[in-house]
């Protein structure tokens, strides 16, 4: 264990001043440029819109006029006169008195 710390103690102590990377070199030449986009091909027409829809009904016509009232009848003529009451019969005769009693003698 102890020399598991001594060896990374002495790594750590030797890599302190040590500058790990080199210098940047020359800068390089320029890139060649890019060459020119094409054009991209023409669209082509949309499809077709669907068709509109339906229209709504008509509105409904107006109310006839009621009929005119018909002309009232003929008033009727009149009826004839009745005919004459029939003659009333004749009384019956009155009935007889009682007899008076025969008389003493």
Do not use: H, N, W, Y
């Not at 990374?8 to 040590?18: E, K, M, N, P, Y």
């Not at 082509?44 to 509109?52: I, K, L, N, V």
């Not at 004839?80 to 003659?87: C, R, V």
């Amino acid at each position: 264990m102890k020399r598991l710390i001594f060896l990374v103690t002495l790594v750590s102590v030797l890599s302190v001043g040590c500058q790990v990377g080199g210098r940047d070199g020359a800068p390089g030449a320029p890139g060649v440029s890019g060459t020119a986009g094409k054009s991209g091909a023409s669209g082509s027409d949309g499809a077709t819109g669907t068709s509109g829809a339906t229209g709504a009904d008509g509105a409904s016509g107006a109310t006839g006029a009621s009929g005119a009232t018909g002309a009232e009848g003929a008033a009727g003529s009149r009826g004839t006169t009745g005919t004459t009451g029939a003659t009333g019969a004749a009384g019956a005769e009155g009935a007889q008195g009682a007899k008076g009693r025969p008389g003493d003698r």
